[in-house]
Nanobody
Framework: QVQLVESGGGLVQAGDSLRLSCAAS?????????MGWFRQAPGKEREFVAG????????WYGDSVKGRFTISRDNAAITVYLQMNTLKPEDTAIYYC????????????????WGQGTQVTVSS
């Protein structure tokens, strides 16, 4: 059983930066697995934010965060990070770490494990 534990959320002001971490434990990670981040704002659907392949380290992003967010991983520690720069009030949401069981993680149906989420609030 894979467990994903997020940390690093908090309250920041617009323009600030924040770094989220997701520590994975249990289960087995293979090269075809992917990791990523989704977010869900109140009253909205959960949306894809960023993804990374476990083997090659390829990355991809949702349109709303391109150029501002960076996803990275530490294979040895089985940890995934999300560096968020130039934060905007519309980035306010619960951020969820996710493991994908397909070559590209982009939709909820690609996910086999979720973290419990960490709140990010950006004030204007």
């Amino acid at each position: 059983q894979v467990q994903l534990v997020e940390s690093g959320g908090g309250l920041v002001q617009a323009g600030d930066s924040l770094r989220l971490s997701c520590a994975a434990s249990g289960g087995t990670f293979f090269r075809w697995h992917t990791m990523g981040w989704f977010r869900q704002a109140p009253g909205k659907e959960r949306e894809f934010v960023a993804g990374i392949s476990w083997g090659a380290g390829s990355t991809w992003y949702g349109d709303s965060v391109k150029g501002r967010f960076t996803i990275s991983r530490d294979n040895a520690a089985i940890t995934v990070y999300l560096q968020m720069n130039t934060l905007k009030p519309e980035d306010t949401a619960i951020y969820y770490c996710a493991r994908g069981n397909r070559p590209v993680l982009r939709t909820k149906s690609d996910v086999d494990y979720w973290g419990q989420g960490t709140q990010v609030t950006v004030s204007s």
